[in-house]
């Protein structure tokens, strides 16, 4: 019995101690960036299979992710654009899908990479630095994320709702805003990637540069697509985007960014799933190994062995 009373403050502090941690790493000015001392694990799984696997998996989402949206533009620029393929650029959910297949893609490539070429995309020596094309990588993996889920928002609380052209309220306009989503959870889910709570700055970045961009246009153009389906809607990139009512617009834009913010902390809900459920299921495993590497990479010896033999001793490739 006096064993137990004296577990229940270590449990305690444990707790208290991994809250603490979070709150100094996820609000430290420095997470707001792009370095990670395990680039790795933007190229690999969280979960134990066979590389081969993964990268599989990788192609064959980038491959879908492509063909979907080459196919989305062209089907969309035939039957609502009167063959003018720019104006499939005007709407922010488009933007949110092209940056999806251009990320499933480049993923497909880094992991390729680095199964058989590690070294043409990880430092040999330095494997603790983060390579500049796994920056961009996990750049565009947040943002595209970040938006999928947005854009289903966004289309099903409002659009779906009070939009009445054919554009909108087609059976494939809504199986886009919906599988967005969907391959963005599974992903998530899959992905060995770290979350960042503060990595919502650059969707929401790039929110505002969409936001200049339909208001620009709007005022040089001062009609959208939907002019074309029914006059009375004026100039309009979206149903509730009216820029001849700036109020409406900036309450659609501020709106826009709390999704935004949203969002991120449900990526990074998501990311926390996922390893307190590899935990669950693989014990000790992710933390007894991160805690080995991390020793092991601050040795000048390790290093100078690692030089030696080359890529017969690579600790950040995955068996």
Same mark, same amino acid.
């Given at each position: 019995?006096?064993?137990?009373?004296?577990?229940?403050?270590?449990?305690?502090?444990?707790?208290?101690?991994?809250?603490?941690?979070?709150?100094?790493?996820?609000?430290?000015?420095?997470?707001?960036?792009?370095?990670?001392?395990?680039?790795?694990?933007?190229?690999?799984?969280?979960?134990?299979?066979?590389?081969?696997?993964?990268?599989?998996?990788?192609?064959?989402?980038?491959?879908?992710?492509?063909?979907?949206?080459?196919?989305?533009?062209?089907?969309?620029?035939?039957?609502?654009?009167?063959?003018?393929?720019?104006?499939?650029?005007?709407?922010?959910?488009?933007?949110?899908?092209?940056?999806?297949?251009?990320?499933?893609?480049?993923?497909?490539?880094?992991?390729?990479?680095?199964?058989?070429?590690?070294?043409?995309?990880?430092?040999?020596?330095?494997?603790?630095?983060?390579?500049?094309?796994?920056?961009?990588?996990?750049?565009?993996?947040?943002?595209?994320?970040?938006?999928?889920?947005?854009?289903?928002?966004?289309?099903?609380?409002?659009?779906?709702?009070?939009?009445?052209?054919?554009?909108?309220?087609?059976?494939?306009?809504?199986?886009?805003?919906?599988?967005?989503?969907?391959?963005?959870?599974?992903?998530?889910?899959?992905?060995?990637?770290?979350?960042?709570?503060?990595?919502?700055?650059?969707?929401?970045?790039?929110?505002?540069?969409?936001? %200049?961009?339909?208001? +620009?246009?709007? #005022?040089?153009?001062? @009609?959208?697509?939907?002019?074309?389906?029914?006059? &009375?809607? /004026?100039?309009?990139?979206?149903?509730?985007?009216?820029?001849?009512?700036?109020?409406?617009?900036?309450?659609?834009?501020?709106?826009?960014?709390?999704?935004?913010?949203?969002?991120?902390?449900?990526?990074?809900?998501?990311?926390?799933?996922?390893?307190?459920?590899?935990?669950?299921?693989?014990?000790?495993?992710?933390? %007894?190994?991160?805690? +080995?590497?991390? #020793?092991?990479?601050? @040795?000048?010896?390790?290093?100078?062995?690692?030089? &030696?033999? /080359?890529?017969?001793?690579?600790?950040?490739?995955?068996?």
């Amino acid at each position: 019995m006096a064993e137990d009373l004296k577990e229940v403050p270590v449990v305690a502090r444990g707790e208290e101690n991994r809250c603490m941690n979070w709150c100094l790493t996820e609000f430290d000015s420095e997470s707001i960036g792009l370095e990670y001392d395990r680039p790795q694990d933007l190229v690999t799984s969280q979960w134990h299979c066979r590389p081969k696997w993964y990268i599989t998996y990788r192609v064959v989402a980038g491959l879908v992710m492509l063909v979907w949206v080459s196919g989305d533009m062209a089907y969309e620029t035939i039957e609502f654009y009167q063959g003018q393929l720019w104006r499939w650029f005007v709407f922010a959910s488009n933007w949110g899908f092209a940056s999806l297949a251009v990320t499933a893609v480049f993923q497909a490539v880094t992991s390729a990479i680095y199964e058989y070429k590690p070294y043409w995309i990880m430092d040999p020596i330095y494997i603790r630095a983060m390579p500049t094309v796994l920056k961009f990588q996990w750049f565009w993996f947040n943002v595209s994320s970040n938006a999928a889920f947005v854009v289903t928002t966004g289309y099903w609380a409002f659009i779906a709702f009070v939009a009445n052209a054919p554009l909108l309220t087609s059976d494939m306009s809504r199986l886009k805003h919906t599988a967005n989503s969907i391959y963005v959870l599974a992903d998530v889910l899959i992905v060995a990637s770290p979350v960042r709570v503060y990595h919502m700055f650059y969707t929401v970045f790039l929110g505002s540069l969409y936001v %200049v961009f339909n208001a +620009l246009y709007y #005022i040089n153009n001062g @009609s959208l697509i939907l002019q074309t389906v029914d006059s &009375s809607k /004026g100039g309009r990139g979206y149903y509730f985007m009216n820029w001849s009512q700036p109020v409406e617009a900036i309450c659609t834009c501020i709106l826009g960014m709390m999704l935004s913010m949203l969002s991120q902390l449900l990526l990074h809900g998501l990311y926390h799933f996922r390893l307190w459920l590899h935990g669950r299921l693989h014990p000790g495993g992710p933390l %007894v190994d991160a805690e +080995l590497q991390n #020793i092991i990479t601050s @040795s000048a010896s390790y290093n100078s062995l690692k030089e &030696s033999y /080359g890529e017969k001793v690579f600790l950040g490739k995955r068996q």
